[in-house]
C-alpha cells in the first residue's frame, strides 16, 4: 500500500498596514516562485495611499505560487503568495510591515552654458534658442508611481466634492523675526532643533482655531453631518522624494512653539528617510502647507479631504511699507512680510470666518512671543 506525505501549504495574506487602508498595490517582488524564505524575510513591496512599504513573509518554506502580480492592487487580508514546507499550514496575514527607505535622489547634471550672440544696432541678431536638455531631447513614456497616482486621484476629487475658496492675508513679521535671531543659537544647542517661522506660525493658527471650529471639522460623504473636532490634530504638509506626504502632530493645540518645531522636524526627517508609518500620516484635522520654504510668496492650497481648512503660509520678505503709529506722521519703513493664505470648504466656512481667522493670526504674530514662550 503506497502512503502519499502531502507538503503543508500556507498562504501569505496581505496584513493590516494601518489604520483606514483597505487596500494596496503591489510594486515590486523580491522573491520569485521556487525561492526559499524564513520567516519575516521581505517578499514584496506594497504601496498604500500614504507610504510605500515592504510585506515579510510570517512562513518559512518554497514560495509556490505568485497569486498578485506587479500593479494588482489587493485588499487586506487577500493572497498574495503560498508557501509550501510551512509547519503552520492554512492562511495567515503576512508580519507587520516596515516602511522602505527612499533612496536619496541622484543630483541632477547641471545645465550646460549656452553661449549667446552679442545684439548690434542694425541689424538685429536674434541669439539661437537654447537646445533642450538632452536627457529630455527623445521624450519619455512611463509610468506614474503609485503614491503620485494617488495623489493625483485625491488632488481632483477634493476639488470635486467640495466648494473650495482661498482668502489671503499680509502680516507683519518683525517681532517674530527679532525673536528668533536672539535665540536660535540658543535653541539649536538646546534642543537640536532649527527655530525656522513655522512653529510660530503653526502656534498662532492652532490658537486661532478654538473660535472658528469650523476650520477645524470635518463634513461627512453627503453633508447631512459636520464633526468638529475637540483637539487639532496638526497635519503638516512634507516634500519627500516620492511626492507630498502629510505627517499629522497628534494633540497639537496642546504643545508650545519648541515642541512643535521639534514635532514637525522630527516627522519631516522620517518622511525624508522612508520610514514614516500610515498610522503617522492618518487623522489629521487641519493642515499647514509651508509653500514658503520653497520660495513662493503665497498659494492656493487644495484642502486635505475630509477636513475643511488648510492653511498656506509664504515666503518672509523684506518689503517696503507705510507704517502710522498713533500720533506719528506717517513713515516707510522695511520690514520681514509673509502672506498667509486659508483655503476653506464654503459649504460650511463663510468667508468672514476665514477672513477673521486670518487677522486673529495676525494679530497674535504682530503682537510677538517671548523668550518664555520658547521653552
Known amino acids: 500500500m503506497n502512503t502519499t506525505t502531502q507538503t503543508p501549504t500556507a498562504t501569505v495574506c496581505l496584513p493590516e498596514l494601518g489604520e483606514g487602508v483597505e487596500q494596496a498595490t503591489v510594486t515590486r517582488w523580491l522573491k520569485s516562485v521556487g525561492d526559499y524564505v524564513e520567516v519575516d524575510e521581505p517578499l514584496l513591496e506594497v504601496a498604500t495611499d500614504k507610504v510605500d512599504t515592504e510585506v515579510a513573509s510570517p512562513h518559512s518554506g518554497t514560495i509556490t505560487e505568485i497569486l498578485a502580480e506587479e500593479d494588482d492592487v489587493v485588499p487586506v487580508g487577500g493572497g498574495l503568495a503560498t508557501v509550501s514546507g510551512s509547519d503552520d499550514a492554512g492562511t495567515a496575514p503576512a508580519a507587520a510591515p516596515e516602511p522602505v527607505p527612499t533612496p536619496e535622489p541622484e543630483p541632477e547634471p547641471a545645465p550646460t552654458p549656452v553661449a549667446t ?187 486635505n479631504q475630509p477636513q475643511t481648512g488648510i492653511l498656506g503660509t509664504g515666503a518672509v520678505v523684506d518689503r517696503v511699507v507705510p507704517v502710522r503709529d498713533a500720533g506719528s506722521p506717517l513713515r516707510i519703513e522695511v520690514r520681514p512680510m509673509a502672506y498667509l493664505s486659508i483655503s476653506y470648504d464654503h459649504r460650511i466656512v463663510d468667508g468672514a470666518d476665514a477672513a477673521k481667522f486670518l487677522t486673529a493670526m495676525k494679530q497674535r504674530l504682530e503682537s510677538g512671543y517671548t523668550a518664555e514662550d520658547l521653552s
Open 117 to 303: 550672440t552679442p545684439v548690434v544696432a542694425t541689424p538685429p541678431v536674434i541669439a539661437p534658442p537654447a537646445p533642450a536638455p538632452a536627457a529630455h531631447r527623445g521624450g519619455t513614456t512611463e509610468k506614474l508611481p503609485p503614491i503620485r497616482r494617488t495623489i493625483a486621484r485625491r488632488m481632483l476629487e477634493s476639488l470635486q466634492v467640495s466648494a473650495q475658496l482661498t482668502t489671503v492675508l499680509e502680516v507683519d513679521l518683525s517681532a517674530i523675526s527679532r525673536l528668533r535671531a536672539e535665540h536660535k543659537e540658543e535653541f539649536l544647542g538646546r534642543t537640536g532643533t532649527k527655530l525656522s517661522f513655522l512653529p510660530f506660525l503653526a502656534k498662532a493658527a492652532l490658537d486661532a482655531l478654538p473660535d472658528y471650529p469650523m476650520l477645524n471639522a470635518s463634513l461627512n460623504g453627503d453633508v447631512t453631518e459636520v464633526t468638529y473636532h475637540g483637539s487639532c490634530h496638526l497635519g503638516i504638509a512634507v516634500e519627500g522624494p516620492k511626492g507630498l506626504m502629510v505627517p499629522v502632530i497628534r494633540d497639537a493645540s496642546a504643545l508650545g512653539i519648541a515642541q512643535l518645531a521639534q514635532a514637525t522636524a522630527r516627522l519631516a526627517e522620517r518622511v525624508r528617510g522612508g520610514t514614516i508609518t500610515v498610522d503617522e500620516l492618518n487623522g489629521g484635522t487641519f493642515t499647514i502647507t509651508n509653500t514658503g520654504s520653497r520660495g513662493a510668496l503665497f498659494d492656493t492650497p487644495i484642502i
